[in-house]
């Protein structure tokens, strides 16, 4: 039994520390995509993609769901590269 408390005491607690890395990517992220799409020069259409890839990946961040906003925000920069 206390195996399992330490176990589950350990998680939890990697489970909290990881949460602050992902919103810093999150952030860092963001702000790569905005620099981006600023110094870029990708046609109007796909600045435009990436802005609104931009916003739907700050909002999913906003919201928590961190592994999907770090994935559209990528995605963003995918489409400017």
Do not use: R
Request: hydrophobic share 45%.
């Amino acid at each position: 039994m206390k195996g399992f408390i330490g176990f589950f005491v350990a998680l939890s607690l990697m489970i909290g520390m990881s949460a602050p890395l992902f919103a810093s990517e999150c952030a860092d992220l963001a702000a790569k995509v905005e620099e981006t799409i600023a110094s870029s020069q990708a046609s109007d259409d796909k600045k435009e993609q990436a802005s609104t890839l931009l916003d739907e990946g700050t909002a999913a961040c906003e919201s928590g769901d961190e592994a999907k906003g770090v994935t559209i925000l990528n995605q963003a920069l995918g489409l400017l590269n």
